[in-house]
């Protein structure tokens, strides 16, 4: 879809995305070392419980859901920014659903625009874990001369 034909709210959701125990407990290790997401008997010392899922593979885990609507298709020239902001943990098992609207467009020049999306990001008790605002630039038509 080219820049000038997406529209403020225009919306899409995602397919759910399961939090795999053994994959999240290997992202942590990876790439987020603290024991709340690695080390199963200090998590049960926690409110939690039990290990919570690394944010950033939670948000991960919808981002992949979210490539595979491909909602701007080949339009799409590059990310910009990704801001996330985390509202309750995620555990092993959960099944993460999201619902992507564009909530902003801006013209940059005659090729490109950037369109920023708000991720709303549910678990499978339809509480809401975490908000992602990212920005993608999108071609714009090219006029013929």
Not at 46 to 72: N, R
């Amino acid at each position: 879809m080219y820049f000038e034909e997406l529209k403020t709210g225009m919306s899409v959701e995602t397919a759910p995305a399961v939090i795999d125990k053994e994959k999240m407990m290997q992202f942590g290790l990876e790439y987020d070392n603290v024991p709340i997401h690695t080390d199963e008997e200090y998590a049960k010392t926690t409110h939690f419980g039990q290990p919570i899922a690394p944010g950033f593979m939670s948000f991960l885990a919808v981002w992949a859901k979210y490539l595979e609507v491909d909602f701007f298709g080949e339009q799409v020239l590059a990310g910009k920014s990704t801001k996330v902001e985390w509202m309750k943990p995620v555990f092993a098992g959960d099944s993460l659903t999201s619902k992507v609207t564009i909530t902003n467009l801006v013209k940059r020049n005659e090729k490109n625009g950037i369109a920023e999306l708000t991720h709303e990001v549910f678990n499978q008790n339809g509480e809401h874990v975490l908000t992602a605002v990212t920005e993608a630039i999108i071609k714009c038509r090219l006029k013929q001369q």
